[in-house]
């Protein structure tokens, strides 16, 4: 059972930056495409980014194009979302989904494991 632990959440500034880290406590990471998700309070859980297990594949949601950036790094079993220009509808629980040799799918359903969540609240 792949388990996942999402970190770096907090509460920050409009216009500030908010790196959110996803390690991975079991199986083999780099066999993974991870994604990042979130969800909003009163609204659906909604794709942010994806890299493919090979780390070649990224994919974004249109609207969050050029202010966040996923990557990856495999000899720290970790995925990490970097968040530019935070603003208030950024605000929502970021959660990281892993997927069996995935290719940066942007489909919730794709993913098996999840972890718990980190939130991130952005304050005026």
């Known amino acids: 059972q792949v388990q996942l632990v999402e970190s770096g959440g907090g509460l920050v500034q409009i216009g500030d930056s908010l790196n959110v880290s996803c390690v991975v406590t079991s199986g083999l990471f780099s066999d993974y495409a991870m994604g990042w998700f979130r969800q909003a309070p009163g609204k659906e859980r909604e794709f942010v980014a994806a890299?493919?297990?090979?780390?070649?594949?990224?994919e974004y949601a249109d609207h969050l194009k050029g202010r966040f950036t996923i990557s990856r790094d495999n000899a720290k079993r970790t995925a990490a979302l970097q968040m530019n220009n935070l603003n208030s509808e950024d605000t929502a629980m970021y959660y990281c989904?892993?997927?069996?040799?995935?290719?940066?799918?942007?489909?919730?359903?794709?993913?098996?494991?999840w972890g718990q969540g980190t939130l991130v609240v952005v304050s005026s």
């Open positions: 989904a892993a997927e069996y040799y995935g290719v940066a799918n942007k489909e919730s359903d794709k993913y098996p494991f």
């Open positions: 890299i493919s297990w090979s780390g070649r594949i990224k």
